[in-house]
């Protein structure tokens, strides 16, 4: 698949830039280890297998977090109707994470592929846990 970056979304050229390894955060953002351990784990790891070992452990870190705060933030619902805002808003970022991942590992990115659709998974899971847990 050889799409043209200039006719993609500055969304998904944003998530271009980010799996193609081109740095666009600063070194101050970019400092925060992605879950626990998953620094020492990458130092560690020698084979792609190993590196989406970390990846998978890190996965499970934050889908934990994310189910945890989750079902938290259900019990804060005050009526029927907030519950159901939240499980509809909850099953179409599942939806989006899920159609992304395949637009990924479908890309024209060879091996690194099921990595990046991994990388972006994480990524979007954390960013989700954290958005449930401080409510906004």
């Known amino acids: 698949m050889n799409v043209s970056h200039r006719l993609l979304p500055p969304i998904i050229c944003t998530l271009c830039f980010c799996l193609s390894g081109i740095p666009i955060l600063s ?4 400092a925060e280890e992605l879950a626990p351990g998953y620094d020492a784990c990458m130092d ?9 070992e970390c990846l998978s452990k890190a996965y499970q870190h934050w889908d934990a977090k994310l189910n945890a705060n989750y079902k938290k933030r259900m019990k804060q619902c005050e009526s029927k109707e907030e519950k159901d805002r939240l499980l509809k808003a909850q099953r179409a970022w599942l939806k989006y994470k899920q159609d992304m991942q395949e637009y990924i590992i479908h ?7 099921r990595m990046d659709s991994l990388s972006f998974a994480v990524d979007a899971t954390k960013m989700q846990a954290k958005l449930l847990e401080s409510g906004e």
């Open 27 to 30: 070194a101050s953002a970019s």
């Open 44 to 52: 560690k790891a020698s084979a792609t297998t190993e590196m989406m």
């Open 107 to 113: 890309s024209d990115n060879g091996s690194m592929s």
